[in-house]
């Protein structure tokens, strides 16, 4: 079983892309230092949450769900709800919401990435400490939509900059057509 040590010895090991990035690492690092409960949902100032970067083996498309609530592309994701292995919170996540299983290419952490969540009706505003892992699926799998998203697409990484999406993803286009 993971614990919070597990997560921070992982954050540590992590190699940030640029300086946002290690600037987003330093926060995540000193939240998750800082709160015990980072990991639980009920933690109304903000929580960890776990994501997946499912790109197919020739690492030219990334499997994206367009979030029904916010209104942008993004990759598979969400909350890790008490559970410290947030590998397997992503893993779970892809699933759920793309009914693809993808397997990691490698248990270390791809990315990093605080963002602000707005408030709703039953939360306050919050932030959302996401941690993304890289993992593979073959194109051949047809994706379905969840109830979460309005769509689910497999996108060439030429594209993902056109499509409605944040400067986080863009990171993620960016490290994947670094990686060999």
């Given amino acids: 079983?993971?614990?919070?040590?597990?997560?921070?010895?992982?954050?540590?090991r992590h190699t940030p892309h640029d300086s946002h990035e290690a600037g987003m690492l330093?926060?995540?690092?000193?939240?998750v230092a800082g709160h015990e409960d980072c990991?639980?949902?009920?933690?109304?100032?903000?929580?960890?949450?776990?994501?997946?970067?499912?790109?197919?083996?020739?690492?030219?498309c990334a499997l994206m769900v367009h979030h029904a609530r916010l209104?942008?592309?993004?990759?598979?994701?969400g909350h890790a709800d008490g559970s410290f292995d947030i590998l397997?919170?992503?893993?779970?996540e892809v699933e759920e919401e793309t009914g693809i299983r993808a397997a990691p290419?490698?248990?270390?952490?791809?990315d990093v990435d605080a963002h602000d969540i707005p408030a709703r009706k039953t939360e306050p505003a919050h932030v959302h400490?996401?941690?993304?892992?890289?993992?593979e699926a073959g194109m051949d799998e047809q994706p379905v939509v969840s109830p979460e998203s309005r769509d689910v697409a497999w996108v060439a990484l030429d594209d993902v900059e056109t499509l409605n999406t944040d400067?986080?993803?863009l990171r993620l286009v960016e490290k994947t057509k670094g990686r060999p």
């Fill in 88 to 92: 397997a919170v992503a893993m779970r």
């Fill in 1 to 12: 079983m993971k614990t919070r040590a597990d997560l921070l010895a992982a954050l540590e």
């Fill in 39 to 60: 990991c639980e949902r009920l933690l109304l100032i903000g929580h960890v949450t776990g994501s997946a970067w499912v790109v197919n083996p020739q690492r030219t």
């Fill in 105 to 110: 290419v490698s248990a270390a952490i791809f």
């Fill in 71 to 77: 209104g942008k592309w993004l990759q598979p994701g």
């Fill in 129 to 135: 400490y996401d941690i993304r892992y890289l993992l």
């Fill in 167 to 169: 400067a986080s993803v």
């Fill in 26 to 31: 330093e926060r995540i690092s000193a939240f």
